[in-house]
Nanobody
Framework: QLQASGGGLVQAGGSLRLSCAAS????????MGWFRQAPGKVREFVAV????????YYATSVQDRFTISRDNAKNTVYLGMNSLKPEDTAVYYC?????????????????????WGQGTQVTVSS
């Protein structure tokens, strides 16, 4: 079970940090990703972090502004968001993917994630 939190309303240029707490004892065996979905749009990949936390990948649109991290001792993954833009407005979802040899090909594809959180709303005003 994944529980996302930390969303809210922020002005353009501001910052937020999202958290996603996971239950279970195998957290480090899952890659953790963040996706987002704006009204009328498909869900899109934002970032992912491997089980160890050593490797991260980002969507081009958030590269250099967002930072994904995890604390395996707390079963929690974070998404730090800086320099927020109105186009970042969306519901943000955390998701978990069991790490397999196909991770490299699947890491940005929502359909391959096994578990999803309930989403947290991020609204950026101009």
């Amino acid at each position: 079970q994944l529980q996302a939190s930390g969303g809210g309303l922020v002005q353009a240029g501001g910052s937020l940090r999202l958290s996603c707490a996971a239950s279970g004892r195998t957290f480090s065996t899952y890659a953790m990703g963040w996706f987002r979905q704006a009204p009328g749009k498909v869900r899109e990949f934002v970032a992912v972090i491997t089980g160890s936390g050593r490797t991260t990948y980002y969507a081009t649109s958030v590269q250099d502004r967002f930072t994904i991290s995890r604390d395996n001792a707390k079963n929690t993954v974070y998404l730090g968001m800086n320099s927020l833009k109105p186009e970042d407005t969306a519901v943000y979802y955390c998701a978990a993917m069991k790490i397999t040899p196909s991770f490299g090909a699947w890491r940005d594809k929502a359909t391959y994630y096994d578990y999803w959180g309930q989403g947290t709303q991020v609204t950026v005003s101009s």
